[in-house]
Structure formats: C-alpha cells, structure tokens
C-alpha cells in the first residue's frame, strides 16, 4: 500500500520510490494519473486498473499474481489507498488469503491540515466524505455534532458551498479550518466562524476550486448527563407531536435544531411507513 504525493511531487517519500521501482505490478485508482507520476520519476511499471467499480474483481486479479510470486504495489491518485479511496477491499481480500500487506507511508491532507490548523483538540472523528444527499446525510450530520471531538472531512468543489451550509445548521456557531489545495501551487488554509463559512467561500470564486479538508473544532465540554440525541429524540417521539420533541430534545442533549428536526421527520417517515 504505497502512499504517493497529494500535490507537490517533492513529498514522495524514497522508500515509496524503491518499492514502486521494484514492484512487478502497480495497480492504480486510474493508470493515466498514476502513469505520469510514473513517468515524472523515471519508473516503468506494469500498470493495471484498480477502482471503486472493479475493486472486488481487481482484488481477484492481483491474488492471482501475489500467488504467482509477483509483488505488487497498491496506489491511489494522490494520498494513502484505503483512505477514503479504493483500496480496503482489496487488503481485505489478500489478508484473508494469507498475504502479507505492507503499509508505505507517506504524505496525507487529513495530517497536514491538522497539523496546519491551530484547533486544540483531544480527539478527532475522520468522517471522509459526507453522505450526498438526503436523511443519511441529514442523521450523518447529527452524530457528528453530538459529539465532543473535532471532525474532519474531505470535499469536493462542487459541493462545498452546500456542505458549509449543512455543518452550520447542525454545528451551530464553531470554527472551522477550510484547507483548499494542500501542497499545491494555490494552497489556502484559513479558520473562519462556521456562520459565514459558505458566504465567504461564494465571495471569490477561487476558493471553491480545488479539493478540500474542513476541520471543524470540537466542543469544549459536553454537559455531564447528557445522551445520544437519536436516542432521546426517538423515545420522545413516541410520546409527544414532532415539535415539542424536538424541542425537548435540543435542551436534554445541547444538540441543533436544525439537525435534530430532519432527523425528527425521517424517523416519523419511518415510522408511518411500517
């Protein structure tokens, strides 16, 4: 599992260019991404595709060599395969037939815009990318706010605007850190108040270009006594009209309205349609 670079090429580590050299097989993410890193270091390679859509059957495909004795070195497009990319399938599947698989570290956007923050934290969520849509996404928003931890996501241009809309109305009023391009030529890293996150981002157009990491602060303290806000919202439910719930549930749990409330309907959706 060979980590290759997020942006600027100087991050390869030596020991991820010795195994990607002596490899007998690179599978990649995508083989013309993978080809130019390739080429850019002078390495010839036997490139084959490994993605999100054949990852079961590529997985297949790389046991057959490995039983054959070729070595073989797993990479994604920018960062560690496995992380919120393809790759975990297949270590799974090659680690339940016996083989040996070998981590080759190297640079990450989830370390370098932590390590570039400023939060104070005592724990992190990685939550990788949000659901795109809908009451998974909505619920998805709710666990992630209840708790005392900072929380990290990864986010494409497209949807960062929405997606800063989103962690407003379930997070309320935190910081968080926007890094947009980690290791590129436009590289940005800047902590603004969640309120105006996603106006800030619309006045530039060139902020919302590029890939992003959010770093959203943590909590400084979650009032003793206080529980899982799905848990408490479901029991009220049972008992009380959907508003007065949720508004109990807001003061038993310190959790957002906004995000109490779209979980309030899904599960009254739920629950009428059984």
Request: glycine share 8%; proline share 5%.
């Amino acid at each position: 599992m060979v980590a290759t670079p997020i942006g600027n090429l100087g991050d390869v580590t030596a020991r991820s260019l010795e195994v990607l050299r002596g490899a007998d097989v690179v599978a990649a993410e995508d083989t013309r991404v993978t080809r130019a890193l390739l080429a850019h270091f002078g390495i010839r390679g036997k490139l084959v595709a490994v993605h999100a859509h054949n990852e079961a059957r590529g997985a297949e495909a790389l046991l057959r060599q490995i039983a054959a004795g070729k070595s073989v070195a797993l990479v994604t497009d920018a960062g560690t395969p496995g992380v919120s990319d393809p790759g975990a399938a297949v270590v799974a599947r090659i680690r339940e037939a016996g083989y040996r698989v070998v981590p080759i570290p190297g640079a990450s956007a989830l370390t370098a815009a932590l390590s570039a923050s400023g939060l104070a934290f005592d724990g992190v969520v990685f939550a990788g990318f949000l659901p795109a849509r809908g009451s998974e996404r909505s619920a998805r928003l709710l666990e992630l706010a209840a708790g005392p931890w900072a929380v990290a996501l990864f986010e494409s241009p497209h949807r960062i605007v929405r997606t800063l809309e989103d962690l407003h109305a379930a997070f309320g009023d935190r910081d968080i850190v926007i890094a947009r391009e980690l290791t590129k030529r436009f590289e940005s890293i800047v902590r603004r108040p969640l309120g105006g996150a996603a106006e800030w981002v619309q006045e530039d157009p060139d902020r919302a270009r590029g890939e992003f990491v959010l770093l959203l602060e943590g909590r400084e303290s979650v009032p003793q006594g206080r529980s899982d806000p799905a848990v408490v919202l479901e029991a009220l439910l049972t008992e009380l009209p959907l508003k007065q719930a949720v508004t109990l549930a807001v003061k038993v749990t310190g959790a957002p309205r906004n995000a109490l409330y779209a979980q309030a309907l899904k599960m009254k959706k739920a629950s009428s349609s059984t």
